[in-house]
């Protein structure tokens, strides 16, 4: 019989939890050598509050716009490496408005 690997205990975190504790998201591409920390209370004005994994189905990346390769992570920084970081603030959530158009046809009236 072979050996089976240990099962994984996955630990559904929510951004709520996070935020309460004073974490930080990090979000980090695998395509690009940059790694971006948001708060997670404004990530909850955008999605919800929603499991910390699930961030990396829904967000992209803010350089090359990709999102297949999108690694969520929490961070509990000190206070030193907090006073270092530059961290993204939501300042305002924009609503594109695009118009559907349907065309009527001319109503033909025979007698």
């Not at 829904?58 to 530059?86: F, Y």
């Not at 959530?93 to 009527?104: E, G």
Request: with cysteine.
């Amino acid at each position: 019989m072979p050996d089976l690997p240990p099962r994984r205990r996955t630990l559904i975190v929510l951004l709520s939890w996070a935020h309460a504790r004073g974490h930080l998201v990090q979000v980090g591409c695998g395509f690009q050598a940059g790694v971006r920390y948001y708060v997670p209370d404004d990530l909850i004005r955008l999605f919800g509050d929603v499991d910390v994994q699930s961030l990396e189905r829904k967000m992209k990346c803010g350089r090359c716009g990709r999102g297949d390769n999108v690694e969520v992570d929490l961070r509990l920084p000190s206070a030193a490496e907090r006073q270092r970081m530059t961290i993204r603030r939501l300042v305002d959530i924009r609503v594109k408005r695009i118009p559907v158009w349907r065309d009527d046809a001319p109503q033909n009236s025979d007698p």
